[in-house]
């Protein structure tokens, strides 16, 4: 990991202090090392007060795993008890083969007793070895990017020389070198999330839980940042749980997704999957996508057919999917056309291959499905129109270019033809 | 809140001061200036009280034997004070330092506590603050004198007497000046963000590291700051003092109650004391400025 600039006492003091971390793992530290990294295996049941959290995580050897959910999931709840700064009290925590909460079941004969392994026991945070990246990176003040970085190797007792070492590598890393002697206050907002990431990298963790990495940072940053971010992510092969409620931050960072609302998971998969198909109104207005709950839905031919509340149906050109019973509606598959069907609001091309919702019971062809404009938002460089059909009441978002002539004059209120790609549209 | 929002106001405020400076360059708008005039209601009492609070000290400054000053300072009388008054307010304020920051983390954790343990503690730590010194003095003694709750089982185990002695001035000052450093030192703690210590312990950082490498060089300024306040005010202690310690010659005399002794049969020599007291306070002063400056522009 260093270069081996530092000389015989150098050298010599790093290996000894890789071996002194694992040794400070305790005995199921070491077997876990004897059988490798096998990152993150996580049972999570925390209650405070109403809340409850119920959470079943892993995460692999270097994988990059996103916790996704709004505001009051229980995230931070998660990431805290994971890292022992929250009591967990009915959880169990297993990283790299090594007990951290609670008490492993049945299979304990193979490592033997260790000290960790006492049922219900709880490694102290600072015995965890797991790195975190603060949302508010809490970076220490009164210590140069330098110090705080060696931080970590210096508190479990490496020499000052070999840590300071161990900080510049991570630095460099990290591309902030050049700024190894500045303080919190002399850097920007992006650069103190770096020296974070570089901070806890140096602390050598098992796993490594990002909070918000990006949340705090200026919107322009933010996309240059990520890449970092990811490039670090890649060469480190660190087992990372990210906790963040941007998608563009699971898709850019993550290997899969867990959506987490009201302290349950609600859909895994890999981020383009729990994108494209949403299971919940959450995860569906990440992308401004709307879901349906259909009364009925069920195979048709190779496709799938979804019958929905006010007599509507909709099907769809792919196969029936597993999961909740759900009708997922991407924006790309919302077309809105003017109420006689002349002029066409949606992104497609033409009328032609629409059609997935049938309008009526029986209606044959592309039938345009009576809408209202219930609102008009202004997104980027995009109009997002929702509408609400007149029959069962479900609504679907459009996203128009902001010159789509005619579209631009939509206002609330307005009658629209609503029509649906079915290649686009997911039906469980 | 970690340093994050700390940078992005500096930013904006930044960005703010630009048109400001561009307004200020416009011709004066009238009712801009109005405005910036303070009513006389407020101005005059203002001035009589910066008169009230600085008049004094011109007085002393003009009615000083400028002359004679440097033998008045020299004399036995005032160099034994000096050295008494040295020695006991550094001991107080080692004392102080000693048990004062222990307390002022206690004020801190007390926050977890029922509210009647938390405000007690808080006014018990407050008292000295508010009560007459001479009164502070009265109650050393009903504790620690000859027939005192503590003082006469002490005498009769040890042979100890506390009062009339070094020892006496050095309680006497303690009990006056630590709740200065106690409050000053609870300030400090209360800024340091409860989140590092959190980023330490993931860092694998044991308490005693944390506390060590974090929390006190972040309270150092505090501590500083609190120790210098709390040496000024044993330096000038004087109700307590000659209350517990009495006023023996180079034993317990402290500057300023040889300053209250000489007034009455020497009184240029009282003014010549005074303005040394006067300028140990004005460097005391001095000190705190830059000791608050130097953290301020951290």
Request: charged share 20%; net charge positive.
């Amino acid at each position: 990991m260093s270069s081996g600039g530092g000389g015989g006492g150098g050298g010599g003091g790093e290996i000894s202090v890789g071996r002194r971390g694992e040794d400070g793992g305790g005995r199921g530290g070491e077997s876990g090392a004897a059988q490798g990294r096998d990152g993150l295996s996580a049972r999570l049941r925390v209650a405070r007060g109403s809340f409850a959290l119920e959470l079943d995580l892993d995460v692999g050897p270097g994988e990059v795993v996103a916790l996704l959910g709004p505001n009051g999931a229980g995230k931070s709840t998660a990431l805290g008890a994971l890292a022992g700064l929250l009591p967990a009290d009915g959880s169990r925590v297993v990283v790299d083969g090594r007990l951290l909460d609670g008490a492993l079941d049945g299979h304990r004969g193979d490592d033997g007793p260790g000290r960790d392994e006492r049922p219900g026991s709880s490694v102290p945070a600072r015995e965890r070895r797991i790195g975190t990246v603060f949302q508010d990176h809490r970076l220490f003040p009164h210590l140069t990017a330098l110090e705080n970085v060696a931080f970590g190797p210096r508190s479990r007792g490496v020499a000052a020389r070999t840590a300071r070492e161990l900080a510049q590598v991570e630095l460099h890393r990290v591309g902030l070198e050049s700024l190894a002697g500045r303080r919190p206050s002399e850097l920007s907002g992006g650069q103190s999330q770096r020296v974070a990431v570089a901070r806890a990298l140096a602390a050598d963790p098992r796993l490594l839980l990002l909070d918000e990495p990006l949340a705090a940072l200026d919107a322009e940053q933010r996309p240059a940042l990520r890449a970092a971010l990811a490039d670090v992510l890649q060469e480190v092969q660190v087992a990372t749980l990210l906790v963040t409620h941007d998608p563009v931050d699971a898709v850019a960072l993550a290997d899969r997704v867990v959506v987490l609302e009201g302290g349950a998971v609600v859909q895994r998969g890999t981020p383009t999957e729990v994108l494209t198909d949403p299971h919940t109104s959450y995860v569906a207005s990440l992308t401004g996508a709307t879901v349906w709950t259909p009364t009925e839905s069920s195979a048709k031919g190779s496709g799938a057919r979804a019958l929905l509340p006010g007599g509507l149906t909709v099907s769809s050109t792919r196969p029936l999917a597993d999961g909740p019973a759900r009708v997922s509606v991407p924006v790309e598959a919302v077309t809105l056309v003017g109420v006689g069907g002349s002029a066409l609001f949606g992104g497609l091309g033409g009328l032609d291959g629409l059609g997935g919702l049938d309008g009526p019971a029986g209606g044959a062809g592309p039938v345009p499905i009576p809408a209202r404009v219930v609102a008009v938002e202004q997104r980027l460089s995009r109009l997002a129109v929702t509408v609400v059909t007149e029959q069962g009441s479900l609504s679907a978002v459009a996203e128009l270019p902001l010159t789509a002539g005619d579209g631009a004059r939509l206002r609330r209120g307005d009658r629209v033809g609503l029509l649906l790609d079915p290649g686009r549209v997911t039906i469980a | 809140m970690g340093l994050l929002p700390d940078l992005r106001d500096r930013r904006s405020r930044g960005d703010r001061r630009l048109p400001r400076d561009q307004r200020r360059r416009r011709p004066p708008d009238r009712g801009a200036l109005r405005d910036r005039r303070l009513p006389v209601a407020v101005l005059v009492p203002a001035l009589v009280g910066l008169a009230l609070l600085v008049l004094p000290a011109v007085a002393l400054l003009v009615r000083a034997p400028w002359s004679t000053l440097g033998p008045r300072l020299v004399s036995e009388t005032v160099l034994d004070a000096l050295r008494v008054s040295v020695t006991s307010a550094l001991l107080a304020t080692a004392i102080s330092l000693l048990l004062g920051v222990p307390l002022a983390w206690l004020l801190t954790v007390s926050d977890g506590w029922p509210a009647v343990w938390r405000r007690l503690l808080r006014a018990v730590v407050t008292v000295p603050l508010v009560l007459p010194p001479v009164v502070g003095g009265i109650a050393l003694l009903y504790l620690l004198g000859r027939n005192g709750l503590l003082g006469r089982p002490l005498d009769a185990a040890l042979g100890v007497t506390i009062p009339f002695t070094l020892a006496a001035v050095v309680i006497a000052q303690t009990f006056v000046a630590m709740p200065f450093l106690v409050l000053s030192v609870e300030g400090a703690l209360r800024g340091v963000d409860r989140g590092l210590d959190d980023a330490a312990a993931s860092l694998g950082a044991s308490r005693w590291y944390a506390f060590r490498r974090v929390t006190v060089p972040l309270v150092a300024p505090g501590v500083t700051a609190g120790a210098v306040l709390c040496f000024a005010r044993a330096l000038g202690e004087f109700g307590a003092t000659i209350t517990f310690a009495g006023t023996f010659p180079g034993r317990t005399q402290t500057l300023p109650t040889s300053v209250y002794l000489a007034q009455q049969n020497d009184p240029e020599s009282a003014v010549a004391i005074s303005l040394l007291l006067l300028a140990v306070g004005v460097g005391v002063l001095l000190l705190l400025r830059d000791r608050w400056l130097t953290t301020g522009a951290r």
